[in-house]
């Protein structure tokens, strides 16, 4: 039994792969996550194609609401020009969210349907993978030194490198430039890993309650997806939210 | 596990659907609803003008209605005052024309009285040559004693 629950455990944490080593590609992280935003965008592009002024139809209100939270949120903390930072928070939060929305299938479901056509490994929850998460929070490092710049120019970025937080005098550059770069490292690790962290540990358990005998699941099994209901929009909102919050600070004199 | 090259293609996937969502998705949604939001803001203002204009207006009715309340109570009082006057050139007129008629009838009798005198004194005078040809038994020439008579009949 405590083998093949190991086997079981491992085998669902087995990626879909092509290729070796760094150049390995997780097929189904990309995949899964490709369609899901392909629904997030067909969804929305849709609604904004023939989004009526006078009668907003049932799907156009559930959409402008999102389209309005994150507005409201972007407004709140980010005071430079949002052309760019408002579809920015729209696309990182709907688009987690439904990465998170996986973690609520069964776990068995995809491995047991790909199996039939010979696929031996698939996880279907992107947000589990670290290269999904920091694949979003590494632009967002991108982006906050582009922001940055854009703010402040190269010079008051620079500057602000290597004077903030203790001083500007040169003894103390070396001190105020190591500080910056560890936080501005922080940020997309902090970012990545939580998100990460956050949804592994999701996954990992619901294998675990897909250990249980099939009668002895549902309990369990309805009491976390209970509590994970709460944890999915969480996340991606905590996401999104931090994402706004960083490019305001970088585009802002202190 | 472990970071490799998927990295990337979810970097690139990330750029890519940030770019669409700016370019399609964000402005026409944000447009629809600035746009609502705008109608809405004029349907107030101008349902706030209309209620506004309405007001005006009740005013300015009352504000007829006044007048033409004065206007009316003048007309009529003009009307009394020129039925008070008709009627008192009436009462004059008629009583001109009663004096005038009783001067006429005052006239006519003191006419008649005149006539009816002359009358009498022919009459008298008639009998009188009757008298006196009855007295002096034959007839008196008339034309004789015309002169005497009509002396007789102006003393009469």
């Not at chain 1, 987690?96 to 199996?115: G, S």
């Not at chain 1, 010079?155 to 290597?162: C, I, V």
């Not at chain 1, 070396?174 to 910056?180: D, T, V």
């Not at chain 2, 005149?114 to 040559?129: C, H, N, P, T």
Request: charged share 20%.
């Amino acid at each position: 039994m405590a083998s093949s629950a190991t086997e079981y455990v491992t085998h669902h944490l087995e990626h879909l792969t092509v290729g070796e080593g760094f150049w390995t590609l997780h097929v189904d992280t990309l995949v899964v996550s490709w369609i899901l935003g392909l629904i997030f965008i067909g969804l929305f592009y849709a609604v904004a194609r023939r989004a009526s002024v006078e009668a907003p139809s049932g799907i156009q209100t559930v959409i402008e609401a999102c389209v309005e939270f994150i507005d409201n949120q972007v407004s709140e903390s980010f005071h430079g020009p949002k052309d760019f930072v408002a579809p920015l928070a729209l696309t990182i939060f709907i688009w987690v969210l439904f990465w998170n929305l996986m973690d609520l299938i069964p776990v068995d479901l995809f491995p047991e349907l790909l199996k039939l056509v010979g696929i031996d490994y698939v996880r279907i929850l992107p947000s589990a993978d670290m290269n999904a998460t920091f694949g979003l929070s590494l632009t967002v490092l991108a982006l906050i030194i582009i922001y940055s710049i854009k703010g402040k120019g190269v010079k008051g970025f620079g500057k602000e490198l290597f004077t903030h937080p203790f001083g500007a005098h040169p003894v103390l550059w070396p001190a105020n430039f190591m500080l910056n770069i560890v936080e501005l490292i922080a940020k997309p690790v902090s970012l990545g890993m939580r998100l990460f962290g956050n949804l592994y540990a999701a996954e990992i358990i619901f294998i675990l309650i897909a250990l249980l005998p099939i009668w002895a699941q549902w309990v369990p099994g309805v009491a976390w997806a209970i509590f994970h209901i709460m944890v999915i929009p969480l996340q991606a909102f905590i996401f999104m939210v931090l994402t706004v919050v960083y490019l305001s600070l970088a585009y802002e004199e202190h | 596990m472990g970071i490799n090259v998927t990295l990337f293609g979810q970097m690139i996937t990330f750029l890519v659907f940030i770019l669409f969502t700016m370019k399609f998705v964000w402005p026409p949604i944000k447009q629809a609803m600035s746009e609502r939001e705008k109608r809405i803001a004029d349907g107030l203002a101008s349902a706030e003008r209309s209620q506004h204009e309405l007001e005006l207006a009740k005013e300015r009715a009352a504000e007829h209605i006044r007048e033409a309340k004065a206007q009316a109570a003048e007309i009529i009082e003009k009307a009394n005052r020129q039925g008070t006057a008709l009627v008192d050139e009436a009462r004059e007129e008629a009583r001109t024309v009663a004096e005038r008629e009783r001067a006429a009838a005052e006239a006519r009798i003191e006419q008649e009285i005149g006539q009816a005198k002359a009358q009498l004194r022919r009459e008298v005078s008639d009998l009188a040559i009757l008298g006196a040809s009855r007295i002096l038994e034959r007839e008196v020439d008339a034309k004789a004693h015309q002169q005497m008579l009509d002396q007789l009949t102006e003393q009469v």
